[in-house]
């Protein structure tokens, strides 16, 4: 069993920052990517942004400049640090990982998210 859990959320004004962290934990035996995607009310769930296990980025354009990602490999856990948020930026956001448990296979698991909401 591996699960996913995100911590971080909460209101901000706009402007403001928030850190979101996501922790892995369980058989695990390596984690892939990494990835936070976020889904706001009456929307798709839309990618925001990935680090692949060999350290790159990608981002989602509206947030390019504003959310940084960064992973601790030690820790099983990626960050979202999230600067200069916008209304626009208000969502559930998620965590996804692939982990392998050692037995081959890579399993995409997604965490339960956490709300996020900018307003003032």
């Known amino acids: 069993q591996v699960q996913l859990v995100e911590s971080g959320g909460g209101l901000v004004q706009p402007g403001g920052s928030l850190r979101l962290s996501c922790a892995a934990s369980?058989?695990?035996?390596?984690?892939?990517?990494m990835n936070w995607y976020r889904q706001a009310p009456g929307k798709q769930r839309e990618f925001v942004a990935g680090?692949?296990?060999?350290?790159?980025?990608n981002y989602l354009d509206s947030v390019k400049g504003r959310f940084t990602i960064s992973r601790d490999n030690a820790k099983n856990t990626v960050y979202l640090q999230m600067n200069s948020l916008k209304p626009e930026d208000t969502a559930v956001y998620y965590c996804?990982?692939?982990?392998?448990?050692?037995?081959?296979?890579?399993?995409?698991?997604w965490g339960r998210g956490t709300q996020v909401t900018v307003s003032s």
């Open positions: 996804n990982a692939g982990i392998s448990s050692g037995y081959g296979a890579v399993i995409s698991y």
């Open positions: 369980g058989s695990i035996f390596s984690i892939y990517a």
């Open positions: 680090m692949p296990s060999g350290g790159s980025t």
